[in-house]
């Protein structure tokens, strides 16, 4: 994907023409950069909640993914909650 959007970049700033055809293929591959980033901005707020590191929870979980935000969730709850077993209504 970097390789597409370097050619697309090159092309719009030079007198050169960009395929049409792979236009599709540019838009399906920021749709995974656009859901790592709002995951890591989840992260990021959840980490300044319980006054962990906002900055490394964000990148962490920007690169890994759902598997990322989900370790911040639960690394945020360990000792904030009783588990649902245990909680009184």
């Known amino acids: 994907m970097v390789g597409?959007?370097?050619w697309h970049l090159y092309t719009t700033i030079q007198p050169a023409a960009f395929p049409a055809s792979l236009l599709p293929v540019l838009h399906w591959g920021r749709l995974p950069v656009v859901a790592h980033?709002?995951?890591a901005l989840i992260a990021i707020a959840v980490a300044l909640q319980r006054g962990k590191a906002a900055l490394t929870a964000g990148i962490y979980t920007f690169f890994v993914g759902?598997?990322?935000l989900?370790?911040?969730l639960a690394a945020a709850g360990e000792g904030d909650r009783?588990?649902?077993?245990n909680r009184n209504s």
Do not use: I, M
């Open 82 to 85: 009783a588990p649902l077993s």
């Open 4 to 6: 597409l959007e370097s």
């Open 70 to 72: 989900l370790e911040v």
């Open 66 to 68: 759902t598997v990322g």
């Open 37 to 39: 980033l709002v995951e």
